[in-house]
Every structure is written in structure tokens, then in C-alpha cells.
């Protein structure tokens, strides 16, 4: 790992690795049946795993990919609370593009 994205938490740090190589994997179009772990992952206690998860579930989303993992981390991001997360979700909730029409319904109350 790049020395600048460690952190002091060592935990942390394997999980963010983790993500990575989800994420490459992804896009590499090596295992199309990973965004149940992305959505395991947008759950984590560090804000940095969130956003990378995020980041990744918002790409997955603009290059046309949906599933109910992936709106349920988009909805989860939607209350997340660092605002950071929230905004790199921001990209695929606007754009609207989920596998249920339930997550266009709660957006709309939220």
C-alpha cells in the first residue's frame, strides 16, 4: 500500500485494502457478483472504507449496473454520518437509476 493512504489504524488499513481490490475486480470485469461485499463494506466503522465503497458503488451505478445490494449502500449512504460519504453518493442517487422503484419512492420522502 502507498505509504500515504495508511493510516494509524492498521485494521482500518486492510479493510481499505480490501476494498481496493474489490473494486478492481469490478473493474476489471473479473466477478460481476461482488456488490453484496461492497455493500458489507459501506457499512464499515471507518469514513475512508465508506467513501471508497460508495465511490465504487457509484461507478458500478453510472456504468449501468444495478441490484438491490447496491441501492440498499446508496440508501445506507443517504444517513450516513460524515458528509463526505453522503457526497460520493450523491452521483448515482442523482442520476436515479436503481433496480427498485422503492429507493426512488423513499428519496422522495426523505
Not at 449496473?65 to 454520518?81: E, F, K, R
Amino acid at each position: 500500500m502507498v505509504s500515504g493512504l495508511m493510516s494509524d489504524d492498521e485494521e482500518s488499513d486492510q479493510r481499505y485494502e480490501n476494498v481496493q481490490r474489490i473494486s478492481l475486480r469490478l473493474a476489471l470485469g473479473e466477478d460481476e457478483l461482488l456488490d453484496h461485499e461492497i455493500l458489507a463494506v459501506s457499512r464499515d466503522p471507518s469514513t475512508r472504507v465508506r467513501a471508497l465503497a460508495l465511490s465504487t458503488v457509484t461507478w458500478l451505478t453510472i456504468r449501468g449496473t444495478s441490484s438491490g445490494a447496491l441501492d440498499a449502500a446508496l440508501l445506507g449512504a443517504q444517513y450516513d454520518p460524515h458528509p463526505l460519504v453522503q457526497a460520493t453518493a450523491l452521483p448515482a442517487i442523482w442520476r436515479g437509476q436503481f433496480s427498485s422503484s422503492a429507493v426512488l419512492r423513499s428519496l422522495r420522502t426523505a
